[in-house]
């Protein structure tokens, strides 16, 4: 899928998080699916990685996502230590371990939907999804419709701004309905 599509599915994926997580999280976890969608196809600016290959594996959104959640863990560690003030800031206080986890659940959901996203389109061989390498060579299919399709494209754009945004208003006309921020202990 292009561009525009990719970032529907992941607006999709992202009011999942808003209705499962609830606002005080998705503060944190929405910024994080909509900036990673689009870094699987970074292989088509890789010359030597093959296009539609090992970053759109689950793997590689396993091990990115515990990159980040491990990477932000270790920076709030950090800040901590340098800069204990700013984080007075937070309503929710310093919660490294959460906050890692979070974020990089966030990242790997938003490769896995890019990669979904992907096999919605024809392309095979060349151009197919195997997203279970290396264990599997299985290619994950189920060409709806070419990636450059346009209708297709603006459709998933459309739809995912509508869910989104319908998520959002839920959560802030009914801020007492129950998400995960109370399971972490976040306020809100
Ligand atoms: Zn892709």
Known sequence: MHRE???GTALMAAAVVVLVAGLPLAVITVPVVIAFTMVPDVDQQIGFIKHRGVTHTILFAVTVGGIVGAAVIAWIQF???EFEVMF???PWGVQPLRTGAVMGAAATLSLLVHIFTDTLTVGSGRFGIHPFWPVSSQQIRFGFCKAANSWANHLLFGAGVVIFSTVVWLRLAFP???S???VF????
């Open 79 to 81: 800040a901590v230590k």
């Open 185 to 188: 202990g976040v306020a809100g």
């Open 176 to 178: 007492w309905l129950p």
């Open 180 to 182: 995960l921020s109370a």
């Open 88 to 90: 007075t800031v937070f």
């Open 5 to 7: 599509g990719h970032y």
